[in-house]
T-cell receptor, first 113, second 115 residues
Framework: NAGVTQTPKFQVLKTGQSMTLQCAQDMNHNSMYWYRQDPGMGLRLIYYSASEGTTDKGEVPNGYNVSRLNKREFSLRLESAAPSQTSVYFC????????????FGQGTRLTVV | AQSVTQPDIHITVSEGASLELRCNYSYGATPYLFWYVQSPGQGLQLLLKYFSGDTLVQGIKGFEAEFKRSQSSFNLRKPSVHWSDAAEYFCAVGAGSGGYNKLIFGAGTRLAVHP
């Protein structure tokens, strides 16, 4: 059972380049999330999708776009990468209900030089 | 707006000692609260959650947490820490308008365990 799969695991970009982080879940979850993790700041919510076809901004959406391609997949795009976007990115999925657990991918370590 | 505060950035305890990690939340309605653990280089794993009922909840790996509405707190405890508990711990609240789709995390507490 794969759970939440993120690709790639590591990436180095030059400033101004674009890229898309991919996330897929096989648990039939409605909600999916993208977080970034920076030292001393915990996990900050970038965007989330409560269901297929809907997306909403989180705490730090600037510089990012997302697509909920279908129920399984939720991608995060950096149109013009900046050094401030150097971070570890986590995708998560969660079932319906406020008390449900979120399941996390293994993360993508992105460095923008 | 909802938020989570973990006042302790870094805690060091001796193996076998008791542990308490603090978490305070801000949310206008009934909160749904979670504790997650992250081992180095790994994703996050759920330790326990609270959404209603008994305010003392038990989790995996011998952890427990107590919900105190009057103090807006959800502190994580363990009676005797093992070296393998060294990790980063995150408190989170499930919140959001029209429901609870957002999951907001605190900044985390990094736990070091001395032998």
């Amino acid at each position: 059972n794969a759970g939440v799969t993120q690709t790639p695991k590591f990436q180095v970009l030059k400033t101004g380049q674009s890229m898309t982080l991919q996330c897929a879940q096989d648990m039939n979850h409605n909600s999916m999330y993208w977080y970034r993790q920076d030292p001393g700041m915990g996990l900050r919510l970038i965007y989330y999708s409560a269901s297929e076809g809907t997306t909403d901004k989180g705490e730090v959406p600037n510089g990012y776009n997302v697509s909920r391609l279908n129920k399984r997949e939720f991608s995060l795009r950096l149109e013009s990468a900046a050094p401030s976007q150097t971070s570890v990115y986590f995708c998560a999925s969660r079932g319906t209900g406020a008390n449900t657990e979120a399941f996390f991918g293994q993360g993508t370590r992105l460095t923008v030089v | 707006a909802q938020s989570v505060t973990q006042p302790d950035i870094h805690i060091t305890v001796s193996e076998g000692a008791s542990l308490e990690l603090r978490c305070n939340y801000s949310y206008g309605a009934t909160p749904y609260l979670f504790w997650y653990v992250q081992s180095p280089g790994q994703g996050l794993q759920l330790l326990l959650k609270y959404f209603s009922g008994d305010t003392l909840v038990q989790g995996i790996k011998g952890f427990e947490a107590e919900f105190k509405r009057s103090q807006s707190s959800f502190n994580l405890r363990k009676p005797s820490v093992h070296w393998s508990d060294a990790a980063e711990y995150f408190c989170a609240v499930g919140a959001g308008s029209g429901g609870y789709n957002k999951l907001i995390f605190g900044a985390g507490t990094r736990l070091a365990v001395h032998p």
